[in-house]
Antibody, heavy 113, light 112 residues
Framework: EVHLVESGGGLVQPGGSLRLSCVAS????????MYWVRQAPGKSPEYISG????????FYANSVKGRFTISRDNSKDTLYLQLGSLRPVDLAVYYC??????WGQGALVTVSS | DVVLTQSPLSLPVTLGQPASISCRSS???????????LNWFQQRPGQPPRRLIH???DRDSGVPDRFSGSGSGTDFTLKISRVEAEDVGVYYC?????????FGQGTKLEIK
């Protein structure tokens, strides 16, 4: 069975950094592109970043470009999102997803002083 | 960016009655390969979004057949033939045709 488990969320001060991880199981991770989607409280989901199966191509939404970095380690079946220069508006649940059918349960990131 | 506009934003429905949600796109969602990458999601409180429908009308595995999708070009519809209590939640359309992928603003379905 396919599982995606995010970790690394928490409370961080404005301007701070955080690294999210998403451990995959139940499928051949290296065969799939992966995505990060975030959802602020009471808002629609927002697709913020994607990476192809071997990590050679990445995508960022304008809202996070230059501040967030997506990467993957296929030997560890793990997807990462490095969050930097965090702002209060980055407060959200961050989900990793395979395609649009498989989603993790999400990791909450709170940005506050 | 492609803007998806859903209506209504709030949908009170009596149990057993049908429900319909509209999603209109600011651009055609037909991709160069001929497919239309329009998805529908259901989100229950505290849960991640769950995809119900992909490519306009293809139901995902495990999705009850009371859910159906239709439409073409820029106009799409999600229909529930007979609403059940477990259908309460927020429904989103999402397009995967144009970078960057975008979601509609959501329709909250509640039981009247």
């Amino acid at each position: 069975e396919v599982h995606l488990v995010e970790s690394g969320g928490g409370l961080v001060q404005p301007g701070g950094s955080l690294r999210l991880s998403c451990v995959a199981s139940g499928f051949t991770f290296s065969n799939y592109a992966m995505y990060w989607v975030r959802q602020a409280p009471g808002k629609s989901p927002e697709y913020i970043s994607g990476i192809n199966n071997n990590g050679s191509a990445t995508f960022y939404a304008n809202s996070v470009k230059g501040r967030f970095t997506i990467s993957r380690d296929n030997s560890k079946d793990t997807l990462y999102l490095q969050l930097g220069s965090l702002r209060p508006v980055d407060l959200a649940v961050y989900y990793c997803a395979r395609g649009w059918f498989r989603w993790g349960q999400g990791a909450l990131v709170t940005v506050s002083s | 960016d492609v803007v998806l506009t859903q209506s209504p934003l709030s949908l009170p429905v009596t149990l057993g009655q049908p429900a319909s949600i509209s999603c209109r796109s600011s651009q055609s969602l037909v991709y160069s390969d001929g497919n239309t990458y329009l998805n529908w999601f259901q989100q229950r409180p505290g849960q991640p979004p769950r995809r119900l429908i992909h490519k306009v009308s293809d139901r995902d595995s495990g999705v009850p057949d009371r859910f159906s999708g239709s439409g073409s070009g820029t106009d799409f519809t999600l229909k529930i033939s007979r609403v059940e209590a477990e259908d309460v939640g927020v429904y989103y359309c999402m397009q995967g045709t144009h970078w960057r992928f975008t979601f509609g603003q959501g329709t909250k379905l509640e039981i009247k």
